[in-house]
């Protein structure tokens, strides 16, 4: 069980980090290109937009990150206070609850951003090179349920045998 | 029932829970007691990808950790050293700079203090200032510089405020500067009567210094010069500064390996911005709830019956966003308490880019307020010094940044004086 979801995490982990890098250089590609197009007099429409839902899903693919290095940004007040407390029952409890409560918000997010790309699916329009808008919203549900996934696989490891990804130092 | 979710969730905050699945589930349970479709979260969260200015985060945070992880710090180091180091309280000077630079590409003063601190800090106390000077001048110097281009706290200000960022950039000039002037004059201070070594100005080492930060240099005036000469807007500005450190720094001075460190830093810096993007988009629905139901409007009423004067309101305000910076990060600040303190600053009369510099240097002093003041736990964990050692280091700095703070929220012209000429 341990190893299938070390496994399964392993592959988020990686898709999340090599989508992240080839989003960026696109990023970066198509906003120095769009500054030089418009030097040059030319300005294509779709760049623009295409370059902010890039940076969102980037959203989601950073989040994913932050969630298996465990460097979301919190109030940890208290996070240092049981940390001190050296009680592992303790450390257990409080690591468990909060990916508990994490996973359960991120599913619900899910279903609700799902439930807009329904929605967006039976009304909406063509937008920027002909991608319909509901493709453009299914970024949410995908990107949410990427992170909901990383906290049922945090969730997993901690309770049944008390470990996690071992989070990497960001700042 | 609903005070229980509430409960609950505040709770978990306290616990430890991420800011932005506190938000997403604030709003989840707003808009389930309020009888509105959930989906209407996401609807607003999809509002974030419309915004214009987004881009703007993740390139100039990775510009700055590029320069962080770079001989950037190094280079500037020499030459801050070779310009002011002959000055009395010219080591400490130095650090003010370096400090204020990295700070305004990195956002995040933790990145400030791990990638220069480790440099400035052993530097002082060798030139002979105090080992609690020393630590108190580089912690509090890890979040100076909030307030100069193109700080990403001034970003995500403009983007929840709705304030133009290029009025940003240039409103926080001069506080920022009044802010590097009065820890100047403090280290100015400090530094006599210790045995301090003798730096002399050297016109050739200046000359050298300056060669070699040739390509460090320009980017100031990229963002600055291109913005304000009208050649770039504020998001070119964070493409082209992002595009020029990774040419400058992968195949000028090769400080950085493009396969190997590049992937990394930026697989970094977007771990950052996907967390801050992720409050920010989370975030939108329970600000939005909450400014549907008027709440800044009744607690704006709330606050009438005692606060009658703008004066007193700013005196208020401070205190309260002290107390706001010393507890929370300053990202979630500012997305969770600009969207309700704006209208009631609207009501006393207060200019959204005056509050904003406030807000901000408010928020920048929060870094180094005990108890939970992030800069005083990254420096402990940098230096390895108990974190109480750092509490006493800091007050004096704590200090003499409120007297700042007070300047800079009584003297408002020293904000705005850019826009009323």
Redesign the interface.
């Known amino acids: 069980m341990k190893k299938l979801i070390l496994a399964f995490d392993g592959v988020l982990e990686s898709l999340s ?1 090599w989508g ?2 080839s989003s ?1 250089f696109v ?2 590609a198509l ?2 290109s ?2 030089v197009l ?1 030097w040059l007099g030319q300005s294509p429409g779709w760049l ?1 937009p295409l ?3 890039l ?2 899903i ?10 298996s ?1 465990g ?9 240092k206070l ?1 940390e001190a407390s050296d009680s592992k029952a303790l450390h257990w409890i ?1 690591r468990n ?2 990916a508990l ?2 996973l359960v ?2 599913v ?2 899910t ?3 799902w ?2 790309f329904l ?1 967006e699916k039976e009304f909406g329009a063509p937008s920027f090179l002909h991608i319909h808008s509901s493709n ?2 299914a ?3 995908l990107g949410i349920g990427l ?1 909901a996934l990383r906290f049922f696989n945090q969730l997993i490891l901690g309770l049944y045998t008390g470990e996690s990804r071992e989070p990497d130092r ?2 | 029932m609903s005070l229980i979710a509430y409960s609950s969730i505040i709770f978990l905050a306290l616990l430890g829970a991420p800011i932005f699945a506190v938000m997403a589930s604030l709003a989840l349970v707003a808009f389930y007691f309020s009888g509105i479709e959930l989906s209407a979260v996401a609807v607003e969260i999809f509002r974030l990808a419309s915004a214009p200015t987004i881009l703007t985060i993740p390139l100039f945070t990775f510009a700055g950790y590029v320069l962080a992880e770079s001989k950037a710090p190094v280079r500037l180091l020499r030459l801050s050293q070779a310009a002011v180091g002959w000055m009395p309280g010219g080591v400490a000077i130095v650090c003010l700079f370096i400090c204020a630079f990295f700070t305004a590409f990195t956002g995040a003063s933790g990145v400030t203090i791990i990638a220069v601190g480790g440099l400035l800090y052993p530097m002082l106390v060798k030139e002979g200032y105090s080992e609690k000077f020393s630590l108190g001048l580089v912690t509090t110097c890890g979040s100076l510089g909030l307030l100069f281009p193109p700080s990403l706290p001034i970003i995500l200000y403009g983007i929840i405020a709705k304030v133009d960022i290029d009025q940003l950039f240039l409103a926080g000039l001069v506080p920022g500067f009044i802010l590097m002037l009065i820890l100047g004059l403090y280290s100015m201070y400090q530094s006599r009567g210790i045995a301090r070594k003798k730096h002399t100005f050297s016109l050739t080492e200046l000359k050298s210094s300056l060669w070699e930060s040739r390509f460090e240099l320009p980017i100031p005036v990229f963002v600055l010069g291109g913005i304000y000469g009208g050649f770039v807007t504020a998001t070119e500005a964070s493409a082209l500064s992002a595009f020029y450190v990774l040419i400058a720094n992968c195949f000028f001075t090769r400080d950085l390996s493009l396969s190997k460190d590049l992937p990394r830093i930026i697989v970094e810096s977007l771990t950052l911005v996907g967390a801050i993007l992720l409050i920010l988009c989370c975030a939108m629905g329970l600000t939005n709830y909450l400014v549907d139901e008027e709440v800044p409007m009744k607690i704006l009423a709330a606050m009438q019956t005692f606060i009658t004067s703008k004066l007193l309101f700013l005196l208020v305000l401070n205190v309260f966003l002290l107390i706001v910076g010393c507890l929370m990060d300053i990202f979630s600040a500012i997305i969770v308490v600009v969207p309700l303190i704006l209208p009631i600053a609207e009501q006393f009369g207060v200019n959204p880019l005056h509050l904003a510099i406030v807000f901000l240097t408010n928020l920048e002093i929060g870094y180094i307020t005990p108890p939970v003041g992030i800069n005083l736990f990254i420096s402990s964990f940098r230096f390895n010094k108990p974190v109480l050692e750092l509490y006493r280091a800091s007050v004096p700095f704590l200090f003499l940044l409120i007297i700042a703070l007070l300047i800079i929220t009584y003297i408002p012209w020293l904000t705005l004086f850019w826009f009323n000429s």
């Open positions: 980090k992240l890098v960026f990023i970066l906003s120095v769009s500054i418009r623009d370059v902010r839902y940076v969102f980037c959203a989601f693919l950073g989040g994913s990150l932050a969630t290095r460097v979301h940004i919190r109030v940890d007040l208290f996070t049981v409080q609850l909060v409560f994490c918000t991120t619900v997010l279903k609700a951003s439930d807009f929605v453009l919203v970024i949410i549900p992170i960001v700042q």
